[in-house]
């Protein structure tokens, strides 16, 4: 059983290629993605700040080892991220932020993790990029399957006010965009 609730030592650290620089101010784009839950949730049309994180994929411990994951910058992490999002919640919603996970990991593995790592937040299903290629996000591919890079984005009122890219390491981000948003109050 691998333990994923830990970064190894040594991980690469992910370099800012700029990927990313075109999002800050941005409207998000008003598609439709299908929520664990079910629901249906368009990030655009969200009032208040919202909080997106987007990861490659939450793994299983009883999941066959993903050979060279570890040296891919930015990709190990999906698991520390989303419990310190977990852990963090009620911070967030202090701050008056709905969080929101997205990926375009397949729907029942989405809902397997949200219910494995008790996240009191829904993950969105991107699987078909709609929502990524929208955006123009950067994606890279792992064993002939294409993933996003881990980034987290916060839209006030579906206006994307901050990006965190490369977000490193992961199990910190909660706790830069609790941060962030302590400072920059709208």
């Not at 999002?23 to 949730?41: H, N, Q, Y």
């Not at 990030?43 to 909080?51: F, I, K, M």
Request: with cysteine; charged share 25%.
């Amino acid at each position: 059983m691998k333990d994923l609730s830990t970064l190894p030592e040594n991980l690469p650290i992910p370099v800012d290629d700029g990927a990313c620089a075109h999002l800050r101010g941005a409207r998000m784009p008003s598609v439709p993605l299908v929520a664990t839950s079910g629901d249906i949730v368009d990030l655009s049309a969200r009032p208040g700040t919202t909080v997106i994180y987007f990861y490659p994929m939450i793994g299983r411990p009883e999941g066959p080892p993903l050979m060279g994951w570890n040296e891919i910058p930015g990709a190990r992490g999906c698991t520390p991220q989303s419990c310190a999002f977990r852990d963090h919640h009620a911070d967030l919603k202090r701050h008056a932020a709905e969080v929101f996970g997205a990926s375009a990991q397949p729907l029942e593995e989405q809902r397997e993790a949200k219910a494995r790592l008790g996240l009191p937040f829904e993950l969105l299903n991107d699987s078909r990029f709609a929502l990524s290629d929208a955006m123009r996000l950067p994606t890279f591919e792992y064993a002939g399957t294409r993933l996003i890079k881990r980034l987290t984005v916060v839209s006030v009122n579906g206006v994307i006010r901050k990006v965190f890219y490369p977000v490193y390491p992961p199990n910190r981000n909660a706790d830069d965009v609790i941060g962030w948003l302590e400072h920059n109050r709208s």
